[in-house]
């Protein structure tokens, strides 16, 4: 590495993404990060929707109406030296690929939980998707502003039910109507909920782990008890250890209220000088790409169309991985070997977006594609030919029959629907003989998603036959015979043209497979 400047670029870069249960808030403290990095003016609120205050990193018109994500989005702004990129996922597990491709691009992850339900199921499959990964894991249990469980309570589960050890960065003193403030372990000081009480002060130092006795929270019980709960920690609880935290083995554990911005700040400082900066990314060979390397790589990990209705665009999300991005540079799409002149690329700030002009490892960039890109593509400069691993593809479990209701609009139903398994928002495959279109998911929720983008985006009206659950599995061609398909395994075919059967339950696939015991089955993931 001889390029301090680049160097210095990339060390300053902070990626990660927030996952959590849905309605946890992660929505929520995105808004209030992008507040104080000056992203936005005025928080939005998922539940304003009377207001029409929305958030500002729901950008779908149906996250809107239904106040939850369905989409990664992805933000960036600039905190004390550090240049910020924010990837807010869905919390719904119906839409868990999404979210899952997502967290291969980020450097660590923070992870939201609601003080009053605790770990949910979603936050529990997420948190184990981060976890493979090693990358650092970083908590915010969050609505202390509402009565939730006790916090000794929330710790056990936490070390208890994911099997990480946890260090309290801050304890809450009361929550609900009694929250009266946060006594700030890390940072040596009690953080006020009402400053107005404390002289329009936020902060109270500490002198040898007590406030000074002649103010009126000194006398308070619960701030009594929260001394004797911060010793008892300190003394019976895990040390704070930087190394197993940047192993995902301890996550720091913040308490506050992202709804009142409440703990945020001191959250996103403390969180800023331990999240690590951008790490080497591995290839296929199984080499490593440092991202101090010259010469620019990266890999397309979302798409997303109609993010500006106006001009049905569609916007490639890619991960620098190494090297800078300028704006005009050629790079070689991998997997066809193409020249592509990057022109077009813009950056997130909020509901807003603007050209990039330059960029580096760990900058998230959006490239205006025009039909180039699919997920897990790999793009690099120069002679650096590298392919990154492959992202996370799921097998679906519920299938319908779908198809054009007016067959004039058939251009719009087949561009829409290109579009969208493109996306990665649903899986498509055709009955093997007559070419009947099968969409798949992994959840209800996406079949509704997107109807409604048909219907709103590429004015295609649908109808959907519900086919159920099913149990897809794929064979090799030379394998395959037509006359294994029968009223129990419909016979199909994915979008690269791979032959796969669906199964209507495990009793016709074990009966399949007793009747031809060399024919391999085989699931994405």
Known sequence: MNNPKLKEQVDSRRTFAIISHPDAGKTTITEQLLLFGGAIRQAGTVKGKKTGNFAKSDWMEIEKQRGISVTSSVMQFDYEGKRVNILDTPGHEDFSEDTYRTLMAVDSAVMVIDSAKGIEAQTKKLFQVVKRRGIPIFTFINKLDRDGREPLELLEELEELLDIESYPMNWPIGM???????????????????????????????????????????????????????????EAGDVFDTAKIACGNQTPVFFGSALTNFGVQTFLETFLQFAPAPYAHETEAEEEVSPYEEEFSGFVFKIQANMNPAHRDRIAFVRICSGTFERGMDVTLGRTGKKIKLSNVTQFMADTRENVEEAVAGDIIGIYDTGNYQIGDTLYEGKLKVQYEELPSFTPELFMKVAAKNVMKQKSFHKGIYQLVQEGAIQLYKTYLTDEYIIGAVGQLQFEVFQYRMLNEYNAEVVMTPM???????????DLDERMSSSRNILAKDRF?????????????????DKYPDVELKSLM
Not at 190 to 214: A, K
Not at 497 to 513: G, K, S, T, V
């Open 176 to 234: 609900g109507k009694g929250l009266e403030g946060l006594y700030d372990i890390y940072n040596n000081r009690v953080e006020v909920y009402r400053p107005e009480t404390n002289n329009g002060e936020r902060f109270i130092p500490l002198v040898d782990g007590d406030i000074p006795s002649d103010l009126p929270l000194h006398s308070d019980s619960l701030y009594k008890q929260v001394l004797e709960e911060v010793e008892l920690l300190v």
């Open 468 to 478: 159920g659950s099913k149990i897809a599995r794929w064979i090799k061609p030379e």
């Open 497 to 513: 043209d791979q032959p796969l059967f669906l199964f209507e339950n495990q009793f016709a696939m074990r009966w399949f497979a």
